[in-house]
Each structure stands twice: as structure tokens, then as C-alpha cells.
């Protein structure tokens, strides 16, 4: 069955593969902000402690890692009609690694002990291990000719310089060898893990969701198809000079991060000007959490154009926070509750109209996700994101912050298994 050209629904992998992460995801939001709660204005004295490396881990491996393996697993078959093989093993392990991965990444910071870091390494190096062989198969098989398929390429090697990277820099955590250019390797970690991994990921996707889910004219032709590659070349040329002692470095260094910057900046800056020109004038959930995730990278990017420019300003605390913040919980965060309130509600639909059709009548859309609900927690998670960054200015904010992102988390947790378990009431009807 294809509901959209291009797209090939016959090849969906049962609902658990991707649903097993989508359900995990909220919690280590929820985890991440209990953190923020229990630590409170001194989480914010050093991006070095411990519980802001957890914090971050929970965030990024927790919340976003969960969500974009699954959904790539999921939409592998879709839009690159090629599917990952045996996906319910796959899925299984992975999930079955990986969430215990995090969890042990965030006690060996918390607990500064060697034991927890050097488990969740066997277990993260293993997990994301059988994830890249498995879809990195389904997107060697997959058409080159599909920007999306080049940019869901493009993410996986960011994945993997980004695990590379983490797992080196745990290992000073694990033998407690500490490595001298902790810094340095850090930075480098970060910018493949938010650049490579995410921000790739985010626009290939964006190629085929956006026009289709917002109902907007299709991303400009030249851009769609080079813009991934031209920004992974800008981060290893902006990587290698990275590398560089810094009286080395000229001012070309600069300029690459200013290109790169520039890049993503032109994608964000698409996205909000395609949604203006989309065919249905209402506005729904998604496309509201998808404009706020554009306004956030737009701001993010400007915060770390201002950090390159200045110095100086990379040991003021509350920039660093400023812009892992906007990153993260107004970026990343945001688009990707977006895509599950469109992919969730088809997938459970799709699962069941295949089964009940011509047996029982099947529940629409709005009534697998109600868009009060969705509606609440997004509002929730809008006021969270500004609270916590002005929090990263004065501090004190961040109990507030942490309570209305918290909320939030509670709230999509309950939205998505409200509608999982309309398809598990509903498949009982022909099981
Ligand atoms: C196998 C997976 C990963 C491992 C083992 C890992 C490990 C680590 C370790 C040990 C550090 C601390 C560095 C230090 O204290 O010297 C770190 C920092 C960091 N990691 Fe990861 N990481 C992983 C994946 C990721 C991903 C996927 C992202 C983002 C998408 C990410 C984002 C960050 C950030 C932002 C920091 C710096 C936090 C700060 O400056 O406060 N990590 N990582």
C-alpha cells in the first residue's frame, strides 16, 4: 500500500519495534528532570559536574536516542523502502542494551565509580553496534538517489564518531587514565553528537515529514539533495582544524564553523518559510512544536556563533547552559514530541485498520490521540523551555523549569500509552 508517492507502508515492522523506544523515551525526560529538581541552582555552577553530564546523557541518549533509533527503524521501510532485516530481534537487543546503558552511563557520573561506567560501555559500544550494522545494511541496500536516504547516511557516521568519541572519554571515567585534551575531545563529542547525529538526522527526515505531514510545497530540489553532504564536509574540515594547536589555527577555522552555522541556519529559515506557504491554513500540534524547534535553532546557532566569535565567553556558564538548553529541550526535543503526535496516531491506525477491517470499525486518528491532550502538554513544554533557559542566567529558575518539563514528560508519556492502549483494546478484537 502506498498512502503517499514515494512512500511504502507493505514492509511496517510489527508495531513493537518501534513503539518499545517510543515508550521509553518520555521517562528519561522525566528522570532528567527529577535530576534537575534533586541538584537544583547548582546544577548550573559547571558544565563539568557530574550531574550535568548526566543530565545531558539522559537527555540526548535517554529522550533522543530512544526516540530516533525507533524511529528510524520505523521509517526505514517507509521512506527508503528498504527495511531494517529481522527488525524484532533487532529492536529487542537493542532496546535491551541500550536502556540499561544509559541508565549505568548516569550512575557511573553520578556515583564516580568505575564499575557502573565500564558496564554501560560494553553495553552502549554493543547496542549502537547491532543498531549501525543493522540499519547501516538497510541504507547500503537503499537508493542514493533519495536525499533522505544520503542524509539518514550521513547520521549514522555521525552516530558513530559521536559513540567513538563517548566511549574514549567514558573510558577515563571507567580506568580513571584521563586523557590531557579532555577538553578539546569534548567539544569534539558534542558537535558530532548534536551536528552529525542529531541535526542530520532531523533535516533528512524533515525531507519527506514536513511536506507531507504539514502539507507544505516540497524542500527546494538543489538544497535537499546537497545539503547534508556539504555540512558533514564542513564538520570534519571544522574537526580537523579543531584538531590543530590553537596558534595554528587561522582564522579559516572560523570561517568553516561560520559556513556550517550558516547551513543549518538556511534549514531553519526553509522550514519556517515552507510552513507559511502550507495548503492548510489551521495550525495543529506538530506544526506548532516544529516552528518553536526551528526558532530554537535559530537561537542555539546564534549562541554558538557568538561562543566561536568570543572567546571569552566559553568559560561564562550560563551561555554554555544557554545554548544546551535551546539545543536540546527547544530543538531536538521539540521536534522530535512533534513527529511522534504524527507517527504514533498513523502507525496505530495503520496496524489496526489492517486487521480490523471488514471486523469491527476502525478509530480515527483524533481518537487514538486526542488533541486536548496533545495541546496541553505541548503548551506545558513550550513554557518549560524559556524558563529553563533564563535559568541558565539566575539559576533559581531552574525548580520551575524542571517541574513544568517534568509535567510535560508525565503528559506525553500518558498520550502515547492512551493511544497504545487503544490498539492493544482494539487488536483484542480479532485475536
Ligand atoms: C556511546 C554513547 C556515549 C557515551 C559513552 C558518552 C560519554 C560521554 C562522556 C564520558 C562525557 C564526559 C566528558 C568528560 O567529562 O570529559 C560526555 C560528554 C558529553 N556528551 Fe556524551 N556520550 C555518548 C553519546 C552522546 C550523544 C549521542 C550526545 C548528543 C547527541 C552526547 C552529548 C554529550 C555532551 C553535550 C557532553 C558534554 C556535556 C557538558 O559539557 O556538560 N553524548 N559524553
Given at each position: 500500500m502506498s498512502l503517499q508517492p514515494g512512500l511504502s507502508f507493505d514492509q511496517a515492522p510489527p508495531i513493537l519495534v518501534p513503539f518499545r523506544f517510543f515508550l521509553s523515551a518520555p521517562l528519561f525526560g522525566l528522570l532528567a528532570a527529577l535530576l534537575a529538581l534533586w541538584f537544583g541552582?547548582?546544577?548550573?555552577?559547571?558544565?563539568?559536574q557530574p550531574a550535568v553530564l548526566a543530565w545531558t546523557h539522559l537527555m540526548t541518549l535517554g529522550f533522543l536516542g530512544m526516540a530516533m533509533v525507533g524511529a528510524m527503524m520505523q521509517l526505514l521501510p517507509v521512506m527508503a523502502a528498504s527495511p531494517v532485516a529481522h527488525p524484532v530481534g533487532v529492536a529487542r537487543t537493542v532496546h535491551g542494551l541500550l536502556l540499561p546503558g544509559v541508565i549505568l552511563l548516569v550512575l557511573g557520573f553520578l556515583l564516580a565509580s568505575h564499575w557502573p561506567m565500564r558496564l554501560a560501555m560494553a553495553l552502549l559500544g554493543t547496542g549502537f553496534l547491532v543498531f549501525v550494522a543493522a540499519v547501516g545494511e538497510s541504507l547500503k541496500r537503499a537508493?542514493?538517489?533519495?536525499p533522505t536516504v544520503v542524509g539518514m547516511r550521513f547520521a549514522v557516521i555521525g552516530l558513530v564518531v559521536t559513540a567513538a568519541l563517548g566511549l574514549t572519554l567514558a573510558s577515563n571515567y571507567g580506568?580513571?587514565?584521563?586523557?590531557?585534551d579532555r577538553v578539546t575531545v569534548t567539544n569534539l563529542h558534542l558537535s558530532w553528537g548534536f551536528l552529525g547525529w542529531v541535526g542530520m538526522l532531523v533535516i533528512a527526515v524533515s525531507y519527506q515529514v514536513v511536506p507531507m505531514f504539514?502539507?507544505?510545497?516540497?524542500?527546494p530540489k538543489m538544497a535537499a539533495r546537497w545539503l547534508t553532504g556539504a555540512l558533514f564536509m564542513l564538520l570534519l574540515l571544522w574537526s580537523a582544524t579543531r584538531l590543530l594547536p590553537e596558534e595554528m589555527r587561522d582564522k579559516g577555522w572560523l570561517a568553516i564553523g561560520l559556513l556550517a552555522a550558516a547551513g543549518y541556519a538556511g534549514y531553519a529559515i526553509t522550514t519556517l518559510r515552507l510552513q507559511l506557504q502550507r495548503r492548510r491554513k489551521q495550525s495543529d500540534v506538530t506544526l506548532l512544536f516544529w516552528r518553536f524547534g526551528m526558532v530554537c535553532l535559530l537561537l542555539a546557532l546564534a549562541a554558538g556563533v557568538m561562543r566561536q566569535a568570543m572567546?571569552?565567553?566559553?568559560?561564562?556558564q550560563g551561555n554554555n547552559f544557554a545554548l544546551a538548553f535551546l539545543f536540546i529541550a527547544g530543538f531536538a526535543v521539540s521536534v522530535v514530541n512533534g513527529m511522534l503526535y504524527k507517527i504514533v496516531p498513523f502507525l496505530i491506525w495503520f496496524h489496526l485498520q489492517s486487521r480490523l477491517i471488514g471486523v469491527a470499525k476502525v478509530p480515527n486518528m483524533k481518537q487514538i490521540m486526542p488533541d486536548a491532550g496533545m495541546r496541553r502538554q505541548m503548551w506545558l513544554h513550550f513554557a518549560a523551555v524559556p524558563v529553563l533557559v533564563f535559568a541558565a542566567l539566575w539559576p533559581p529558575l531552574i525548580y520551575p523549569a524542571a517541574l513544568l518539563f517534568g509535567a510535560s514528560m508525565v503528559l506525553l508519556e500518558w498520550n502515547l500509552i492512551s493511544a497504545y492502549n487503544v490498539y492493544r483494546r482494539n487488536i483484542k478484537l480479532v485475536s
Amino acid at each position: 500500500m502506498s498512502l503517499q508517492p514515494g512512500l511504502s507502508f507493505d514492509q511496517a515492522p510489527p508495531i513493537l519495534v518501534p513503539f518499545r523506544f517510543f515508550l521509553s523515551a518520555p521517562l528519561f525526560g522525566l528522570l532528567a528532570a527529577l535530576l534537575a529538581l534533586w541538584f537544583g541552582p547548582a546544577l548550573l555552577d559547571s558544565r563539568w559536574q557530574p550531574a550535568v553530564l548526566a543530565w545531558t546523557h539522559l537527555m540526548t541518549l535517554g529522550f533522543l536516542g530512544m526516540a530516533m533509533v525507533g524511529a528510524m527503524m520505523q521509517l526505514l521501510p517507509v521512506m527508503a523502502a528498504s527495511p531494517v532485516a529481522h527488525p524484532v530481534g533487532v529492536a529487542r537487543t537493542v532496546h535491551g542494551l541500550l536502556l540499561p546503558g544509559v541508565i549505568l552511563l548516569v550512575l557511573g557520573f553520578l556515583l564516580a565509580s568505575h564499575w557502573p561506567m565500564r558496564l554501560a560501555m560494553a553495553l552502549l559500544g554493543t547496542g549502537f553496534l547491532v543498531f549501525v550494522a543493522a540499519v547501516g545494511e538497510s541504507l547500503k541496500r537503499a537508493s542514493s538517489a533519495n536525499p533522505t536516504v544520503v542524509g539518514m547516511r550521513f547520521a549514522v557516521i555521525g552516530l558513530v564518531v559521536t559513540a567513538a568519541l563517548g566511549l574514549t572519554l567514558a573510558s577515563n571515567y571507567g580506568w580513571g587514565w584521563w586523557l590531557t585534551d579532555r577538553v578539546t575531545v569534548t567539544n569534539l563529542h558534542l558537535s558530532w553528537g548534536f551536528l552529525g547525529w542529531v541535526g542530520m538526522l532531523v533535516i533528512a527526515v524533515s525531507y519527506q515529514v514536513v511536506p507531507m505531514f504539514q502539507l507544505t510545497p516540497a524542500y527546494p530540489k538543489m538544497a535537499a539533495r546537497w545539503l547534508t553532504g556539504a555540512l558533514f564536509m564542513l564538520l570534519l574540515l571544522w574537526s580537523a582544524t579543531r584538531l590543530l594547536p590553537e596558534e595554528m589555527r587561522d582564522k579559516g577555522w572560523l570561517a568553516i564553523g561560520l559556513l556550517a552555522a550558516a547551513g543549518y541556519a538556511g534549514y531553519a529559515i526553509t522550514t519556517l518559510r515552507l510552513q507559511l506557504q502550507r495548503r492548510r491554513k489551521q495550525s495543529d500540534v506538530t506544526l506548532l512544536f516544529w516552528r518553536f524547534g526551528m526558532v530554537c535553532l535559530l537561537l542555539a546557532l546564534a549562541a554558538g556563533v557568538m561562543r566561536q566569535a568570543m572567546p571569552l565567553l566559553v568559560d561564562i556558564q550560563g551561555n554554555n547552559f544557554a545554548l544546551a538548553f535551546l539545543f536540546i529541550a527547544g530543538f531536538a526535543v521539540s521536534v522530535v514530541n512533534g513527529m511522534l503526535y504524527k507517527i504514533v496516531p498513523f502507525l496505530i491506525w495503520f496496524h489496526l485498520q489492517s486487521r480490523l477491517i471488514g471486523v469491527a470499525k476502525v478509530p480515527n486518528m483524533k481518537q487514538i490521540m486526542p488533541d486536548a491532550g496533545m495541546r496541553r502538554q505541548m503548551w506545558l513544554h513550550f513554557a518549560a523551555v524559556p524558563v529553563l533557559v533564563f535559568a541558565a542566567l539566575w539559576p533559581p529558575l531552574i525548580y520551575p523549569a524542571a517541574l513544568l518539563f517534568g509535567a510535560s514528560m508525565v503528559l506525553l508519556e500518558w498520550n502515547l500509552i492512551s493511544a497504545y492502549n487503544v490498539y492493544r483494546r482494539n487488536i483484542k478484537l480479532v485475536s
